[in-house]
């Protein structure tokens, strides 16, 4: 049990953005939400979150996942831990601190930091990296006994100072009353005139605590977000990982660098995911699928064995065995039945497809109750909205709608109708009736001599 605060109340002017950077998201969801999903993950049983520049903003999009507290002003890191000075007091065990840029960090960093800690018994153990390239990060000074003596930020930094590459995450690990305790000590006597968190470790040192180092083996979990290309760089690193445990898990995946799932999809043991793939949050897949290149599904469900081929599938139902595709668009709220053939350039929206109808080609199906085994020929078209509203079409079991029918509704069609081809359907259709609706055709034998 810890309690842990995520620092995220600064600007990200370099994300260029409107909106905070903090709810920029890495593979469909806020960098700030994936640090609050790694603490619970880690056993954290309070998240507090400190939040300054587009306060509200950030409290709206996260919601009630974490508490908030507010850094009026954003006067340096350790401000912004004061600022949650309440949380800290009532914390139960320790108090994690984190960054709410830092979307990499793992639950598993988290976790063994805090046994690294527990059993060192420090006062505050700070999470480190070693880098190739130290620049702009805090470096962590240490003794001839390789113990952490303190961090010094790079503007405050001796050129001997700024050769160390061992740096500092912006994550700890703090005892509560420790971290309260060296909180009310911090002043602003720096390069930046800031309250800078990391003097904490230099001040409970001198109280006569223990400070321990705990250094990451991946220094990606370290990576901060500043501006777009590091936001695309992160993307790349969770989209591998999210990809290599759907692979772990029975998941064939095509490509693995061109395919995009995002956080909170489900796919079951053998299917096979294809280059190209977008899935989005909230979709659900089946076992035995195969999803083909370039389709994008958005809170889609699709079920066991279903075939989807480069389509759009957005807040949809798809059953078993169902076959969607190529160039389909299903929009949502829909449900498509089982053994489903939804064919090319067919658009359904708001609509319930029973089992075994089959919508072959170029057809448009809106607000639409369609019956089992129903036959749709090319280019059948509801006619749902009048330009003010929308109404519903109706379609019993087992209808054969002819190519080019227009069903101009609302209409109630009964089951076992016939419909001829070309008709434009205006008025309901009893059970079992071949319905025809058109002009009957007139041949004018040797038109064409009479019009010389
Ligand atoms: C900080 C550390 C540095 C470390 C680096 C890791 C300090 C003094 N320095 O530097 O040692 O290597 O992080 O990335 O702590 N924030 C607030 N309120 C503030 C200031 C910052 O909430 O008043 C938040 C920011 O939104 C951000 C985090 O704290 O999420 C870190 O702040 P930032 O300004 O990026 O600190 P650095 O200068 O990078
Ligand atoms: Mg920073």
Known sequence: MFTSVILAAGMGTRMKSKMPKVLHKVCGKPLCGWVIDASKAAGADRVCAVVGHNADMVKEALGDVCEYALQAEQKGTGHAVMQAADVIKEAKGEVVILNGDTPLVTAETIKSALEYHRSSENAVTVITAVLDDAAGYGRIVRGVDGGVMKIVEQKDASDEEKKINEVNSGMYVFDGESLSYALGKITPNNAQGEYYL?????????????????????????RGINDRVQLSEADRIMQKRINEAHMRNGVTIRNPESVYIEDGVEIGSDTEICPNVTLKSGTKIGSDCVIGSDSVLDRAVIHDGADILSSVILESEVDEGTHVGPFAYIRPNCRVGKNVKVGDFVEIKNS?????????????????DVGKRVNFGCGTVTCNYDGKNKYRTSIGDDCFVGCNTNFVSPINVGDGVYIAAGSTITEDIPKD??????ARQVN???WKDRRK
């Open 198 to 222: 990391t003097d904490t470790l230099e001040i409970l040192l001198n109280a006569g605590k223990r400070v321990g180092g705990y250094a990451v083996s991946d220094n990606d979990e370290i």
């Open 352 to 368: 319930n497809i029973d089992d075994g109808t089959k919508i072959s080609h170029l057809t448009y199906i809106g607000d639409s």
């Open 433 to 438: 009736s071949l319905s025809i609706a058109r």
């Open 444 to 446: 004018k034998e040797n």
